[in-house]
């Protein structure tokens, strides 16, 4: 009934707003208020839509930023990468360096190196880094190394395998359990 109603004035209202306005600025109002309810209209309908795209790219965006962050940490050299008071690359920064340039996905190539004490420290680390890792690199270019404030969470393999040495040493010497005496055969 009241559908009927609002169907019936809308009708009405087209009725007489359809009869020749007097004068040219009526029918551009006319034409514009028309054009805004087409538009009106066409927005509501496909409203989920268009807002569909921005959201999933706001709701991907910190999962971005975690990759980058783990990506840096996964490839940043630290201080026990450089030898003992010296900006060169011992052992195990020369494999990590290897394992970047050879083994990490290409995007993800960049070598981060942590801050030294000395600005001219880590200038000449970074230098180093980049002397040592052209040898991987596929066209020849000078890999993309970084400086960075950003410090590991690991330990020095010596004091891991010294950790280990202790715990075995210390370990109890393997033995069977003593018997209860109610194995079988006893009823």
């Known amino acids: 009934m009241i559908v ?16 020749a306005p007097a004068d ?11 054009q805004s309810v087409a538009r009106d209209w066409r927005r509501n309908n496909c409203w989920p839509e268009a807002f569909l795209g921005p959201d999933r ?5 910190p999962f971005v930023v975690m990759v980058e962050n783990g990506w ?7 201080n026990h990468h450089f030898e003992e008071e010296a900006t060169t690359l011992n052992q195990a920064g020369k494999l990590k360096v290897r394992w970047i340039m050879t083994q990490a996905p290409k995007q993800h190539r960049t070598i981060y190196v942590r801050r030294a004490d ?19 690199a596929e066209d020849g270019q000078l890999p993309e ?6 410090d590991t969470t ?9 950790i ?3 715990a075995v040493d210390t370990a109890p010497d393997p033995r069977l359990p003593k018997d209860s005496g109610g194995g079988e055969g006893s009823d």
């Open 118 to 136: 000395a600005p001219e420290d880590t200038a000449a680390r970074i230098a180093g880094v980049q002397e040592y890792g052209v040898q991987f």
């Open 24 to 34: 040219a600025q009526q029918c551009s109002a006319w034409h514009a208020f028309w």
């Open 164 to 166: 280990h040495r202790k």
């Open 72 to 78: 840096r940490r996964q490839n940043l050299l630290s």
């Open 4 to 19: 009927r109603r609002v169907l019936m004035g809308l009708v009405v209202l087209v009725v007489v707003f359809q009869a």
């Open 145 to 150: 190394v970084r400086e960075t404030n950003l």
């Open 154 to 162: 690991g330990w020095p393999a010596a004091e891991v395998d010294m």
């Open 57 to 61: 790219l706001a709701v991907r965006a």
